[in-house]
Every structure is written in C-alpha cells, then in structure tokens.
C-alpha cells in the first residue's frame, strides 16, 4: 500500500503552521503550539488514533492559532486520504474519562459539516480558551470535508469532557481512515467518488 501521509505548511500574517500527518503510524507525536493544553489534546488525537502527528505552530493569537492548525491539519488528512479508494468511511467511539463521556461519529464523505454538543463551565481549560474547541472542531471537519459529530454525554470537569472529546476523535478517525481489504481500490460510496 502506498503512503498515506502528508504535509501542510501554512504561513500568513497572523500565524505559522507547520503539519506532518502520518494516517498509518503508531500514534507518536510531536506537538508544539505555544498553548499546553491545546499540545495535550493533539497528542491525545494521534495516540489513540495512531496517527503519526507533526505540528509546529506560531503566532500572536491564541484564535488564529488554533484556527489555523485546525485548517492545515484539516487539508493534511484530506490530502492524506487521496482518492479515499479502500476506506471504511464512517466510524464512531464512545470514550469516558472518569466522570465524562464523549461521543463523536464521523464520515469521512467529502462533505464539511460540524454539530458540535459540548459545553463547558468555565472560560479556559488550562490555557486554552474553552470556545475554542468548537472552533478547532469545527474548521478541521470544514477543511477535511468529513461529517463531524462531538457530543459530551455527561460530565463535570471541563478538562476530561475535552480530552474525552479528543480520545474519541482519534478513535472514530482510525475507525474510519482504516483500509477494508474487502473493498481495497474501491471509493466507497455509490457516487464513485469522494471529494
Ligand atoms: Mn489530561
């Protein structure tokens, strides 16, 4: 099979990003955002969605910064999937943390679209601005053109039903990128394509 990765550079005023998406890793990861918990939860997507992440990421503005790895991070896995030939599609986890449950589906059908269910009580997680885990959800599902579902079931800490959310990303997208050798070369879908 061939290699199913890719590289994403992006640079503009507000910031500089830098993603090597690797779709058939092992889940190691090097993540550098300037925002600590932003990194936790990155990692957290390639650990268990064995995905070999790189990511290097500048800039002024907390927003603009996760917008922007969201974006080039988006376009990787978009550019990673190729002609999506193979492809199991959609895929789903249900991932707890102690008090909090996530659930999150994806179909990875060449169309952007995000219901995101997740609120959190207070304004930041760590040093993270709370709103902008909608926002990376959001513009990630947008530029990988998947169908993204985040829904918290329950939870209190603001902390586990975002890494929760995260976990199971990672898990519905390794479901969902893995090669069906029943269908290898075959674009699942009665279109014949996938965009
Ligand atoms: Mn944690």
Do not use: C
Request: cysteine-free; charged content about 25%.
């Amino acid at each position: 099979m061939h290699k199913r990765s890719a590289t994403h550079t992006r640079e503009t005023g507000e910031t500089k990003i830098s993603v090597e998406l690797e779709l058939d890793g092992t889940g190691k990861f090097d993540v550098e955002t300037g925002i600590k918990m932003f990194d936790h939860m990155l990692t957290h997507l390639a650990q268990h969605g064995l995905f070999d992440i790189k990511i290097a990421a500048s800039g002024w503005d907390q927003h603009h910064l996760v917008e922007d790895v969201a974006i080039s991070l988006g376009k990787a896995l978009s550019e990673a999937l190729g002609d999506k030939e193979g492809i199991v599609r959609m895929g789903h986890a249900l991932v707890p943390m102690d008090e909090a449950l996530a659930m999150v589906a994806v179909d990875i059908g060449g169309r952007g679209y995000a219901v995101i269910e997740a609120p959190f009580k207070r304004k930041k997680i760590g040093d993270l601005g709370s709103d902008l885990v909608r926002h990376f959800l959001e513009s990630f599902a947008i530029e990988a053109k998947i169908n993204l579902h985040a829904k918290v079931l329950s939870g209190i800490n603001d902390h586990h039903k975002a890494e929760a959310i995260f976990k199971a990303l990672g898990r519905a997208l390794d479901s969902a990128t893995k090669i069906d050798q029943r269908i290898v070369g075959e674009v699942p879908s009665t279109k014949g394509v996938i965009e």
